[in-house]
């Protein structure tokens, strides 16, 4: 308002205006083969110990830590104990999310996926102003605990499911509301 004078309405994000039956019709089964078990490392750039919460997560777990990182060509490696899974598509991608036993994050969308589906996750916070996007989501969704600024943070707790899926039904309802408005 101060900048241009006019209200500013929080929405949610458009992903989540599609209710999760609507993703899972679009998710395909990666070429590279993911272990049966194992604990989603998703990084939107670089973050120093987010793999440090991972393997915790994953030992606890009894599961294989999997990082997914950019690349030029599609490819499945292990190095330094973690498997390493490059370029997915975006079908790909939702199953790699979707299938995780737990998801260790720094990205908005990763964070919106692990909602939708269930996926126990955690936030590393890149401790940038990118990080307000994602606290506003994990507030609104009654999730804060899980947003860590440290490793030494991080407790796995249980989530709630029934609760977020009711605040996500609420911002979606908002979200479509806004748009009907906006539209007409």
């Not at 900048?3 to 395909?28: F, N, Q």
């Not at 506003?136 to 991080?154: I, K, N, R, Y």
């Not at 989530?159 to 009711?166: A, Y």
Request: net charge positive; aromatic share 8%.
């Amino acid at each position: 308002r101060k900048l241009c004078g006019k209200s500013a309405e929080l929405v949610c994000d458009p992903t989540m205006l599609l209710g999760v039956d609507s993703y899972l019709r679009l998710e395909r089964v990666p070429i590279a083969r993911l272990p049966n078990r194992y604990v989603a490392v998703y990084l939107v750039g670089a973050h120093t110990w987010a793999l440090q919460v991972a393997t915790k997560v994953a030992k606890d777990r009894k599961a294989s830590v999997v990082l997914l990182q950019g690349g030029m060509m599609a490819r499945w490696h292990t190095s330094g104990g973690v498997n390493r899974i490059s370029v997915l598509g975006p079908s790909e991608w939702l199953y790699f999310i979707h299938h995780a036993e737990f998801l260790v994050t720094n990205s908005y969308h990763g964070t919106v996926f692990a909602l939708q589906f269930h996926v126990p996750f955690t936030v590393t916070l890149n401790q940038t102003t990118g990080d307000e996007r994602m606290l506003t989501l994990l507030s609104a969704v009654g999730q804060s605990d899980c947003a860590l600024s440290q490793p030494d943070q991080f407790v796995q707790g249980e989530i709630n499911w029934s609760s977020v899926d009711g605040r996500i039904e609420e911002m979606r309802a908002k979200g479509g509301q806004y748009l009907k408005e906006a539209l007409t």
